[in-house]
């Protein structure tokens, strides 16, 4: 979509140790393809937020400590990021884009005649099935009009309570990336602990 942003931006990855310990022998990552992924299909990283990235990993692995595949040991590792061709929904033409996405979709799911999917779960929308079904709609449609693919999709999100009364500012505020071509995920790091203190 456009390259106005700094190409290089360093992106922070919540997981398992385990998971952890092999990226940084330059295992694979594993793209995320969840129905309700909030920008659509691909691994997923905070901008420049290894604290957010770890707490993340710390959420999930208490939310899902029955299943087999849960985070046993939260660990967050960083990567430098190169944001290539973005879809850039900080920026308006981004927004713009999307938008039209979203008209098309909706003509889309009409003429298949099936039911619009959803964001839901409470005031974040934690699940977010109709932005991950538009994201992943516009990444269909570039492939099946053979234009050029979205290295990476980037966005901000207000999520958490007001840090104070009427405040704009909210506790889990962040940007998020979701790299879409691993080639463009540059190298990965451990991330030194005094970068994981907040204060």
């Not at 997981?15 to 694979?28: G, P, Q, S, T």
């Not at 061709?85 to 298949?112: H, M, N, P, T, W």
């Not at 994201?135 to 207000?158: C, Q, S, W, Y």
Request: proline content about 5%; glycine content about 8%; aromatic content about 12%.
């Amino acid at each position: 979509m456009q390259r106005l942003s700094t190409s290089f931006i360093l992106g922070y990855h919540g997981c398992d140790r385990r998971v952890a310990e092999d990226l940084l022998l330059n295992k694979a990552f594993e793209p995320s393809k969840n129905d309700y992924d909030w920008l659509g299909s691909g691994i997923y990283f905070w901008e420049a937020n290894p604290v957010r990235g770890l707490t993340w990993a710390r959420e999930l692995s208490q939310r899902h400590q029955a299943r087999p595949d849960a985070i046993q040991e939260p660990y967050v590792v960083g990567a430098v990021i190169d944001l290539g061709y973005c879809l850039d929904l900080i920026s308006a033409r981004g927004i713009e884009f999307v938008k039209f996405g979203y008209q098309d979709f909706v003509e889309f799911i009409r003429d298949l005649g099936t039911e619009m999917p959803r964001n839901k779960g409470g005031q974040d929308l934690f699940l977010r099935h109709l932005d991950c079904a538009v994201m992943n709609h516009i990444h269909d449609v570039h492939k099946k009009e053979n234009f050029p693919a979205f290295d990476t999709v980037r966005g901000v999100f207000l999520e958490g309570q007001p840090i104070y009364e009427t405040s704009g500012f909210h506790e889990k505020t962040h940007i998020q990336i979701c790299v879409r071509n691993p080639k463009n995920i540059k190298g990965v790091f451990r991330v030194p602990v005094d970068q994981l203190e907040i204060g």
